[in-house]
């Protein structure tokens, strides 16, 4: 597994994306990012959350793995200033995590949830606080307009917790699957000097 | 004491079972499924006990012959009806394989908005439901389709016959002519057009949004499309005859638990039970078994509206009485007629709408014709103050789309549809991305054209 990076940059996101799509272009470089507000990202200390309110918009995230995140850090250094852009932190991303929860009425989807989420993980990735249960109710069958209970019910929760490169691959996995709902990613990480 | 002085002598407190088991029916199956599930028969004969027994023991024989008209007159024929009509359309299949084109899927819902008058929205929802779901499998964006389908086919499309949606049976079995519900056409037309209009301009934005894959047109020819089950459209044709002989001939009246009932209805019920069997014994198993035809659907409204018939009795009775009644505050509270569209919408998108259609026309016989006899009261209604009459059919049975809970068939269709792999939306959810932004803004322009 390659270690990502998160990079904050002082700047407008249209500015950074071109920037970053030039960089990419230029350099011939395949490994892509993941622009921050591409994904739902946890903030953190309340003021953290108070520093995103006032300055909303004039901070933009962009994750990357090492081969590309180091290059464009050191580009942004060099030549952000011209077109408005200023790496102000870098952080080595050690671990993410998210929650997830879900209910689903069917056992093809059961299955499908059961599968992205818990069994066909990407390694360094594995499942915390985890809660499963199914219910079954053979004597709720076909439609029922006053009292309707589903015939089988599952009902799944927990954490996702690993590094982020794996933790991002199941969390884009639980977005395209109906009757997941994930929280933001929370993302830890050691601060390196810019 | 005559059965019609129980009104001026109940105290308002004695609507308070009735109120209990419409909140039961709304409130159980989303907070206790389970449980109501297992146990809704014991909490519709609780609410019932809690009527039944105190009343008889305090008001003698008008009380028994309230319970007893309510049970002859009102209770059976409409079990009857709803048992014929979703017996026979529970033997209509369709199978065959259609592309979810915003086309296709408009076409659907056009044409269960259509049927949903003359099978029932249940029926028409059953019907209807599955070859919508097999026509969108492959599309991601779905859930606004099932939701539209509510509205339209569970709900907005059965206002048109008293055949369409269990409030307008009621007022038909209470003297509302077969073809009076003709003259809501204007309504639903504006209605239904609009709503029909923004679940296109929904669905094409979605459509776009869909992979190229799904929106390619299939090389091949698709699995034609084939109705099983055709016979019995002569059944609903039965149906249909018997329910307006009923309201034609006169054939005297037979006195039955010491109520008299016409002649006409029981030869109505008699063929209703008939089609029902025909229907049963003609079908082939196999299309029963792919609609998932169960009877459960008509053992809940049978024990269901037991107990709302029987707690109803004493609002009916206060209201009927007008501003003599203990319920006089909401003969006073309700003036227009755009004060009933949306008084008796109010409280049918939260409570069933059956029971809300007949709190209402009581309410407004007991405004407009205190004292007078039900049914002559109705048919002045219907010649001097039609307006009324229209407000409390379009407001209780269109609104009923307004929440999961508004109407049997919306939920049933909520079920059907999660267990086909739709992720449809929460309780709220459909009211704040449905039903606010779509239904009601079309039911206050509604009210501008036709009730101020």
Redesign the interface.
């Known amino acids: 597994m390659t270690d990502w990076h998160e990079l904050v940059v002082e700047g407008a996101e249209r500015t950074l994306r071109a920037f970053v799509a030039g960089f990419l272009a230029g350099s011939g470089e395949r490994a892509g990012g993941v622009f921050g507000s591409d994904v739902a990202l946890e903030l953190g200390s309340p003021g953290e959350r108070l520093r995103a309110l006032f300055a909303a918009g004039s901070h933009q995230i962009f994750l990357a793995p090492e081969p590309l995140a180091v290059p464009l850090a050191q580009a942004l250094g060099e030549r952000g200033r011209e077109v408005g852009l200023a790496l102000e932190r870098r952080r080595l991303l050690e671990s993410a995590k998210f929650s997830f929860r879900a209910e689903?009425?069917?056992r093809?989807?059961a299955a499908q949830i059961r599968g992205a989420l818990l069994t066909a993980l990407p390694v360094g990735v594995r499942v915390e606080r985890r809660s499963e249960e199914e219910?079954k109710?053979p004597?709720?069958?076909?439609?029922?307009?006053?009292?309707?209970?589903?015939?089988?019910v599952y009902r799944v929760s927990g954490d996702i917790v690993g590094s982020f490169e794996g933790v991002l691959e199941v969390w884009q996995r639980a977005r395209t699957l109906?009757?997941v709902e994930t929280g933001p990613l929370h993302l830890e990480g050691k601060f390196l000097v810019t | 004491m005559h059965a019609e002085d129980l009104g001026t002598l109940l105290p308002s407190w004695s609507a308070i079972p009735f109120a209990g088991m419409l909140l039961s029916?709304a409130l159980?199956?989303l907070l206790a499924?389970?449980f109501?599930?297992h146990h809704?028969p014991k909490v519709s004969a609780a609410w019932s006990a809690v009527v039944i027994v105190p009343f008889v023991l305090a008001y003698g024989a008008p009380a028994r012959h309230e319970l007893a008209h309510v049970t002859v007159v009102d209770y059976v024929p409409f079990i009857i009806l709803l048992g014929a009509l979703f017996t026979i359309g529970g033997g209509i299949y369709v199978r065959g394989g259609l592309r979810g084109t915003p086309w296709v899927n408009g076409t659907l819902m056009l044409s269960g908005t259509l049927l949903a008058s003359w099978v029932g929205t249940?029926g028409a929802a059953?019907l209807l439901v599955r070859p919508l779901l097999r026509a969108n499998r492959a599309r991601r964006h779905r859930a606004h389709t099932l939701v539209f389908f509510i509205f339209l086919v569970a709900n907005i499309g059965g206002a048109l016959t008293p055949l369409g949606d269990p409030p307008l049976f009621l007022g038909f079995l209470h003297g509302v002519p077969f073809f009076w519900t003709f003259a809501l056409w204007k309504e639903i037309l504006f209605t239904a057009g609009a709503v029909l209009g923004a679940y296109l301009c929904f669905d094409l934005y979605w459509w776009r949004r869909e992979d190229a894959l799904v929106r390619a047109r299939p090389a091949g020819p698709g699995e034609p499309i084939r109705v099983e089950g055709w016979h019995n459209v002569f059944f609903l044709g039965g149906v249909l005859a018997a329910v307006i002989l009923s309201g034609t001939v006169q054939l005297g009246e037979v006195t039955i638990l010491g109520v008299a009932q016409r002649g006409q209805n029981l030869v109505r019920d008699a063929i209703l039970l008939l089609m029902l069997a025909a229907s049963w014994r003609t079908t082939p198993q196999r299309i029963r078994d792919d609609n998932?035809?169960?009877w459960?659907?008509i053992k809940?409204?049978a024990i269901?509206f037991a107990g709302i018939f029987a707690t109803i009795i004493p609002a009916l009775a206060m209201l009927r009485v007008g501003e003599q009644g203990a319920l006089a505050f909401v003969i006073r509270a309700v003036r227009e007629p755009a004060h009933f569209f949306w008084a008796s919408g109010i409280l049918s998108s939260f409570l069933d709408n059956a029971p809300t259609y007949l709190t209402f026309l009581s309410t407004a016989l007991g405004r407009l014709y205190p004292g007078v006899a039900e049914r002559e009261a109705i048919h002045r209604l219907i010649a001097e103050n039609h307006a009324f009459l229209q407000a409390i059919a379009t407001g209780s049975v269109f609104m009923g789309a307004n929440t999961y809970i508004g109407n049997?068939?919306n939920?049933?269709v909520?079920?059907?549809a999660?267990?086909?792999?739709?992720?449809m939306p929460s309780f709220f959810g459909y009211i704040l991305r449905y039903s606010l932004p779509v239904l009601i803004p079309v039911f206050a322009l509604a009210t501008l054209v036709f009730f101020e």
């Open positions: 689903a009425f069917s093809d989807v219910e109710h004597e709720a069958h076909g439609p029922e307009p006053f009292a309707p209970l589903h015939e089988y109906d009757f | 029916i159980f199956p499924p389970a109501w599930h809704y249940t059953m998932e035809f169960t459960e659907p809940e409204v269901l049997a068939p939920f049933m909520k079920s059907i999660e267990e086909a792999g739709v992720p």
